[in-house]
Nanobody, 128 residues
């Protein structure tokens, strides 16, 4: 069972907006209170996976990659156990597969190696 399931990707024109969602599987939901941090990463064709944003679950401290500051907002719904990424003013360089990740226990950060659980990704394509 895939621990995290992303949705909300699609095709959007440059300057437009999308909101991505990440829902925890039934298995991970039972451990949701043990999650320390959740994050969004992305991977464009021919490149490695790069950090986009993360949020600490219990104290709601967020961090963003410089290239999305002021345009993207990460948030979480603790009741429904959903992580969001609101993306505004999208540009062509934002085209990528976006992945949700989660970590149990302190740590995580901007490295993909710091996360225990991953989704399968959702494609975001920005057109001119």
């Amino acid at each position: 069972q895939v621990p995290l399931v992303e949705s909300g990707g699609g095709l959007v024109q440059a300057g437009g907006s999308l909101t991505l969602s990440c829902a925890a599987s039934q298995h991970l939901s039972s451990s949701y209170d043990k999650l320390y941090r959740m994050a969004w990463f992305r991977q464009a064709p021919g490149t490695g996976r790069e950090f986009v944003a993360h949020t600490s679950i219990s104290i709601n401290i967020t961090r963003y990659a410089d290239f999305v500051k002021g345009r993207f907002t990460i948030s979480r719904d603790m009741v429904n156990k959903i992580l969001y990424l609101q993306m505004n003013n999208l540009n062509l360089e934002d085209t990528a597969v976006y992945y949700c990740a989660a970590r149990i226990g302190p740590g995580g950060g901007v490295s993909e190696a710091g996360y225990d659980y991953w989704g399968q990704g959702t494609q975001v394509t920005v057109s001119s």
